[in-house]
């Protein structure tokens, strides 16, 4: 039985269901830094998704994700390293990256590993990707009929800008993109199955709960999944 936290076990779900940012959001993030080819750190990387995003802005880039299982082998350079131990020099990154996953790491010891790697005049960005469709609470509802425990969630009371704020970044700026996305029945089912509250399933009620998915959102001609992007960054200066 895997954990909630766990995503190494979800790998081909994660790769096939989990959908990029707009390139909007990516340009964006490289305007603010004002640097050319800058040297990047993703962290939580999981498959690369991001990783390979950020790439052709990066003079260099390196990702890392604590899970050695989620690591994707194509020709962005990866690491699997915790944050909160981090392998590089001080002050050598102009730009450090957490693309929905600075939830997981946003405890103190990581985030002084963060700005210790960080130049003083980098910036450190968070994104994350904030569901106002529903499909949530439709997942989540399904899952309190097969799971025992109360269904946990990460996000709670999490607030990036005030955590950035917290720990002594400054200039703190936050922009949101309004994006849409469109699945089909199968691909929204992946979607879920590559989300951390899957490992809480038993795997004797998996097929259960898929089938009570499908039929909740076979009623619809696709799945429409509207979302808040949300960049919040900060610097060091």
Not at 65 to 72: L, Y
Not at 115 to 136: A, D, M, P, Q, Y
Not at 227 to 235: A, F, K, M, P, R
Request: aromatic residues 12%; contains cysteine; charged residues 30%.
């Amino acid at each position: 039985m895997y954990n909630y936290g766990d995503f190494g076990n979800l790998k081909e779900n994660y790769k096939k269901g989990r959908r990029r940012v707009p390139l909007e959001v990516i340009k964006y993030i490289f305007n603010k830094l004002n640097k050319n080819k800058p040297l990047v750190l993703d962290l939580g990387c999981g498959t690369g998704i991001s990783t390979r995003q950020l790439a052709p802005y990066s003079g260099y880039i390196i990702g890392v994700d604590k899970d050695e299982d989620m690591i994707s082998n194509d020709s962005i350079n990866y690491k699997v390293s915790d944050v909160s131990n981090l392998p590089f020099e001080n002050s050598y990154f102009d730009l450090v990256t957490a693309f929905s996953a600075f939830h997981w790491f946003c405890d103190k010891k990581s985030i002084l590993e963060i700005k210790r790697v960080l130049k003083t005049n980098g910036i450190f960005c968070v994104i994350n990707k904030e569901e106002k469709s529903g499909l949530k609470n439709i997942y989540r509802s399904v899952l309190e009929k097969y799971v025992s425990e109360e269904l946990p969630s990460i996000k709670k009371d999490y607030e990036p800008n005030i955590i950035l704020k917290q720990y002594g970044f400054v200039s703190i700026k936050k922009k949101v993109f309004k994006v849409v996305e469109n699945y089909n029945l199968e691909e929204a089912l992946l979607y879920l199955q590559s989300v951390s509250l899957w490992n809480l399933v038993n795997d004797n009620f998996k097929e259960k709960v898929l089938n009570d998915l499908r039929n909740v959102l076979s009623k619809r001609d696709y799945i429409e999944r509207t979302l808040d992007i949300v960049v919040v960054y900060g610097s060091l200066t």
